[in-house]
Every structure is written in C-alpha cells, then in structure tokens.
C-alpha cells in the first residue's frame, strides 16, 4: 500500500511539482513516526488520537511500566506491523527530549528506528 511521502520536517515531499509516494517498509516506518509524533488532542478532527505526552509521559515521575505499555501499543497499531522486537526510552534532560528506540517487524521485513519527542509549550 501506497503512501504520501514525508520530508525531515513532516510536510508532503513534493519534487517536480509531483507528490512523492512510499511504499513497503519506509510507509510502514513512517506510519509509527507519525503515530509517535502525534500528542494527544493534537489533531482537532479526532482529540481522541494520539499520545498521552502532557498527562502521563512528559511528567515529572511518569510510571515507566504503563508507558512502556503505551509505546508498544499504540506502535503494534500500525497498518503493517506485525509485533514490537524491542523498545527503548530514554530521556535527555539537556535537551528536554525523549529518545524512543524501536525495532518492529512487519511483513516487509524488521524496521529500526530513533525518534526524538521534544515537550514544547
């Protein structure tokens, strides 16, 4: 299944005054950044969509257990995904940021990734 292709900055990757589609694994790896990067009531068409950051993850004593579980879900959701390999969270108090590590499998094969959650407000 096809996809719009994103660029570094999230928007539509536009060359030749032609959308840019993907398909495969990079669809599928950039389906769960997407996911990952949606905050919770972010979207104004579904408030329901999204990732607790504010209220439970980008706290000061966030319970590790229940965002593991979160993280694991919400990435096994993903159109394509078959199951969750490993996960990693770390956070980086300089940069105020949260580090998710992944590796999903899917039918396409395994995909790896890093991808970083800054809390701005």
């Not at 959701?77 to 956070?91: E, P, Q, W």
């Not at 590590?101 to 094969?109: H, K, N, V």
């Given at each position: 299944m096809f996809d719009l292709k994103l660029n570094s900055q999230h928007d539509l990757l536009i060359k030749e005054n032609r959308l840019v589609l993907t398909d495969g694994m990079n669809a599928i790896a950039q389906r769960i950044k997407i996911v990952l990067l949606t905050f919770a009531g972010e979207w104004f068409l579904d408030v329901s969509q999204g990732l607790p950051y504010f209220d439970e993850i980008l706290v000061k004593n966030p319970n590790s257990t229940r965002i593991y579980a979160i993280f694991r879900r919400q990435i096994?959701?993903?159109?394509?995904?078959?199951?969750?390999?490993?996960?990693?969270?770390?956070?980086?108090?300089?940069?105020?940021?949260?580090?998710?590590?992944?590796?999903?499998?899917?039918?396409?094969?395994?995909?790896?990734?890093?991808?970083?959650?800054?809390?701005?407000e």
């Open positions: 096994a959701r993903v159109r394509g995904v078959k199951r969750v390999i490993n996960l990693t969270l770390s956070v980086d108090r300089k940069s105020r940021s949260l580090i998710v590590e992944f590796e999903a499998e899917s039918a396409e094969g395994v995909i790896k990734d890093k991808i970083s959650i800054k809390r701005y």
